[in-house]
């Protein structure tokens, strides 16, 4: 992990968890080798929004828009398959795992 992720990961952890610390997950096993099934969001393209930033789903290679997002397409996904591992997608200089069951982000593995 390069020092820019290891400076602003431990930031926006704090930011989204109220910690600096790495909390626990126990979802890592869901972990899979993905291939992204889209270069967008679809639902986002379908609807005729945009999205800030995108979510690759770590589990089936789901890609949805982010919480930022009108539609908010990557925690519905979670919320309809309980796939909760995500990363960013095509977002120059993130690089972190974010779990929605445990709130935890997590640096990358």
């Known amino acids: 992990m390069g020092l820019f992720h290891r400076l602003i990961n431990p930031l926006l952890r704090k930011m989204w968890t109220g910690q600096f610390a790495e909390k626990a997950c126990s979802h890592l096993g869901a972990i899979r080798p993905v291939h992204p099934a889209s270069e967008v969001c679809e ?3 379908a609807a005729g929004d945009t999205w800030p930033g995108l979510r690759l ?4 290679g789901h890609v949805g828009c ?6 908010q397409h990557a925690l ?3 919320q309809q398959t309980g796939h909760t ?7 120059r200089g993130m ?8 709130k935890a982000l ?3 593995r």
């Open 57 to 60: 789903c770590l589990t089936c």
């Open 85 to 91: 591992l995500v990363r960013p997608y095509k977002e």
């Open 66 to 71: 982010c919480e930022e997002a009108k539609g």
């Open 95 to 102: 690089d972190w795992i974010w779990c929605y069951e445990d």
């Open 43 to 45: 639902a986002c393209v």
């Open 76 to 78: 519905k996904h979670f």
């Open 106 to 108: 997590l640096d990358p």
